[in-house]
């Protein structure tokens, strides 16, 4: 019954639901229907840059019945250039300004399309705080539907209730209220007042510090938030609802948090979906064991109801249509990746939405099994290569839609960050990554680059193939096996064609191969970095089979898988290596070695310590005094062929 009538909703919201290709709720209507939103990548000029905004007030009149706002903002900000002589922001031509005044000053604002202009009568210099006060009203019009503009007013259309709501992600805040639009100059703090009529409830970011009996059947909700906040995340939605709050409590602390749900007051619809919200609390806690303690659990996390074809991460209140659970923890998640820790550009996109995705399959896994969390994935992979091209990173920030592509940001994002997560070695590694990241970007923003240089500090690896191949570059692998076996010696030789060649040649992964036999399976790890790469091992089961990618880490087909008798055996695996003093303290002796081979000593996650070359040598020492003590393994190769791993100790 929920899921026909998330259906329903979404069937309205997108009128090309029924097209075979995936698309996320949360994308679905993040979408704005009008192309000049999406009409530039960055500010609307450059000289918003001249200013740091510290702190934005917003004392609203709003209703439930239509767009129509009256309106004082007050930006603080301080002058970062040297000399400041316009003050220039966003607003809409469809909001009238009354008047503004700059540090008291009444002055004329001019302007045209978005970008709004006051020519300062004395310049400001760099290091100088000042205050501007906008005082405005207007009934800004958005598209029918879902994909409206800034502010929209809608029914819903099962419950019955008017709603008026802001959607301002990517470039919309400036339909409601004077902005300026910059990812990377987060707000230190703001208060959004808003005034309602009787009977209804607003809510927005933060704590709701008080509501005011003004009279004349008007109350004022004054939410006031202490977190740095990025300027799409300011929201409100005005509606007949019922608060719906409980506190919970986080694991293994005595601290609590406020869970705050805005529902409608339809009498039948938090029974509906009581037992969702309910799981909120739960939800919050999995995911602070993850990423670290939800990030602003001293103000609140909780839902406004509006109706959406699915949901926007506000900050401490999501405005969402549904709880389904999925998008419930889906929008949760973005409060670390997305409100806490914000993507750099809109190109960086993926940081917020392959992260909350990546987060659906983690909550499948931890509460629903192994089985769900496979189905999950293999979804996310089928949809990603339904086409052969496209990249993680977004190179068209003009294009809302391809911003917030499902197939590309959302789910081949997701998809990566599970092979990066493949590529940690141990999930250890991977989740302290993740807790280090939000700690390092806490209340900022973060760009692909920098992600990508923190994750090979945490890692200890470079990362520049990875992320030039499965984030900037296109496509996927399609991998073929050959594989014989004699005696004991099993041959792999893989093969592997890209879908877009003319962005990745071939992808360089690690991979998991599973060895099949009648009398049990094995999964060996190979490196996978030429498009054609053979392998060896020593198995002393009667092989029947090979599977490619068992565990489905990576995004990729699997081609053809045959058992060729003439394929040779590894040469290597005949030598007669013998490795000397193992354990050791200060080096390994390697002997019997062939002319030409490469030797790599890896720790037990497969990361590459060292690669040394032999020549023309038949003796090599490996010196192996940078090395912790510990457990290390030793591959040899040559010319495509690669010997199995030898255990190599070293002690104290």
């Known amino acids: 019954m929920k899921i026909s009538f998330l259906l329903f909703l979404i069937a309205i919201a997108m009128p090309g639901f029924a097209q075979t290709k995936s698309i996320h709720p949360c994308a679905a209507m993040k979408k704005h229907a009008y192309n000049d939103v999406a009409g530039k990548p960055t500010v609307e000029d450059a000289r918003e840059y001249d200013y740091d905004v510290k702190y934005v007030?917003?004392?609203?009149?709003?209703?439930?019945?239509?767009?129509?706002?009256?309106?004082?903002?007050?930006?603080?900000?301080?002058?970062?250039?040297?000399?400041?002589?316009?003050?220039?922001?966003?607003?809409?031509?469809?909001?009238?300004?009354?008047?503004?005044?700059?540090?008291?000053?009444?002055?004329?604002?001019?302007?045209?399309?978005?970008?709004?202009?006051?020519?300062?009568?004395?310049?400001?210099?760099?290091?100088?705080?000042?205050?501007?006060v906008t005082y405005y009203h207007g009934a800004p019009s958005g598209a029918s539907g879902f994909y409206g503009g800034g502010i929209q007013n809608a029914v819903s259309p099962t419950w019955g209730a008017h709603v008026t709501y802001t959607l301002s992600e990517s470039y919309a805040s400036r339909d409601w209220w004077p902005v300026k639009q910059a990812l990377q100059d987060k707000i230190d703090s703001s208060d959004v007042w808003l005034t309602v009529g009787a009977g209804l409830k607003a809510g927005s970011n933060g704590m709701l510090n008080q509501v005011v009996n003004l009279g004349n059947n008007k109350s004022r909700y004054?939410?006031?938030?202490?977190?740095?906040?990025?300027?799409?995340?300011?929201?409100?939605?005005?509606?007949?609802?019922?608060?719906?709050?409980?506190?919970?409590?986080?694991?293994?602390?005595?601290?609590?948090?406020?869970?705050?749900?805005?529902?409608?007051?339809?009498?039948?619809?938090?029974?509906?979906?009581?037992?969702?919200?309910?799981?909120?609390?739960?939800?919050?806690?999995?995911?602070?064991?993850?990423?670290?303690?939800?990030?602003?659990?001293?103000?609140?996390?909780?839902?406004?109801?509006?109706?959406?074809?699915?949901g926007m991460e506000h900050q401490t209140m999501t405005t969402l249509g549904t709880f389904e659970t999925s998008l419930i923890v889906h929008e949760l998640g973005h409060q670390w990746f997305g409100d806490n820790v914000?993507?750099?550009?809109?190109?960086?996109?993926?940081?917020?939405?392959?992260?909350?995705s990546y987060i659906e399959y983690l909550f499948e896994a931890n509460f629903h099994g192994a089985a769900a969390a496979t189905a999950k994935m293999n979804s996310v992979h089928s949809n990603v290569m339904s086409e052969p091209d496209g990249s993680v990173y977004c190179t068209d920030t003009i294009d809302e839609n391809r911003i917030f592509d499902s197939r590309l940001s959302y789910d081949k994002g997701s998809a990566v960050i599970h092979t990066l997560r493949f590529v940690a070695g141990n999930d250890d590694l991977f989740f302290n990554m993740l807790k280090h990241y939000q700690v390092q970007f806490e209340r900022g923003t973060a760009t692909t680059e920098q992600f990508k240089n923190f994750v090979a500090g945490e890692y200890n690896i470079n990362m520049d193939t990875f992320f030039n191949q499965w984030i900037y570059g296109e496509g996927y692998p399609t991998i073929s096996a050959k594989w014989n076996q004699v005696n004991n010696q099993v041959t792999v030789a893989l093969s592997q064609q890209t879908s877009a060649p003319a962005s990745v040649s071939y992808f360089n992964t690690p991979l998991e191969l599973k060895l099949k036999s009648a009398n049990g399976d094995t999964v060996v790890k190979v490196n996978f970095n030429a498009a054609n790469k053979t392998f060896a091992f020593s198995w002393d089961k009667n092989m029947n089979g090979i599977t490619i990618d068992p565990n489905n880490w990576i995004l990729n087909k699997t081609g053809t898988i045959v058992k060729d008798p003439a394929l040779a055996i590894n040469e290597l695996q005949a030598s007669a290596f013998v490795v000397y003093p193992n354990p050791t303290n200060n080096f390994w002796n390697v002997k019997n070695l062939p002319e030409g081979c490469d030797m790599i000593v890896s720790d037990l996650s497969g990361r590459v310590l060292l690669n040394i070359q032999s020549g023309n040598k038949k003796e090599i020492s490996i010196d192996s005094k940078s090395l912790p003590s510990g457990i290390y393994l030793l591959r040899i190769s040559k010319a495509g062929y690669s010997s199995e791993a030898f255990k190599l100790v070293k002690m104290h």
């Open 342 to 356: 914000t993507c750099g550009t809109w190109s960086d996109i993926w940081l917020n939405e392959g992260f909350a």
């Open 222 to 310: 004054e939410w006031k938030s202490r977190n740095a906040i990025d300027y799409y995340l300011i929201s409100f939605a005005v509606s007949t609802y019922t608060d719906y709050s409980h506190y919970m409590h986080f694991d293994n602390s005595a601290d609590s948090m406020l869970i705050q749900n805005y529902v409608y007051d339809n009498p039948q619809t938090l029974p509906f979906w009581q037992g969702e919200l309910d799981s909120t609390s739960l939800m919050v806690n999995h995911l602070s064991g993850l990423f670290g303690r939800y990030p602003f659990w001293k103000e609140k996390y909780g839902h406004c109801m509006a109706p959406l074809g699915g």
């Open 57 to 132: 007030h917003l004392n609203l009149d709003v209703n439930n019945l239509n767009t129509q706002i009256n309106g004082i903002a007050t930006t603080n900000a301080i002058v970062i250039v040297p000399s400041m002589g316009e003050y220039v922001f966003e607003l809409t031509q469809q909001i009238t300004i009354d008047s503004f005044k700059f540090n008291g000053t009444l002055l004329p604002v001019t302007g045209s399309g978005y970008l709004r202009v006051v020519s300062l009568p004395q310049s400001v210099t760099q290091g100088t705080s000042f205050t501007a």
